[in-house]
């Protein structure tokens, strides 16, 4: 395998990684903001707080989307580079 292969995969894997970890801050907040309504749930404005757990929900569902396209990408590169090396048998 190639050296442009090697960085561009590493490239991708090293997003992949930062991904995983917006997803699990996201599911943390989540968590966090659910945990505080169980402590002080008379304290909060209901409807607010579900409009903040949704919008916490949507961002973890477009780090989710962006993971999916991501690992798409490093598969289509991955096979793009086993095919290369079938061929130079």
Known sequence: MDSGF?????LLIT?????I???????SC???VL???VQNGDGFHAITTEEILTLIHNIGSYFHTEL???RLEK???AS??????????
């Open 6 to 10: 090697t960085a561009q995969y590493e």
């Open 15 to 19: 997003e992949e990684e930062t991904l």
């Open 21 to 27: 970890e917006k997803i699990k801050t996201c599911e």
């Open 30 to 32: 989540v968590v966090a």
């Open 35 to 37: 945990d505080a309504i």
């Open 68 to 70: 999916l396209h991501l």
């Open 75 to 77: 598969s289509i590169l």
């Open 80 to 89: 793009s580079a086993t095919q290369v090396d079938i061929s130079c048998i």
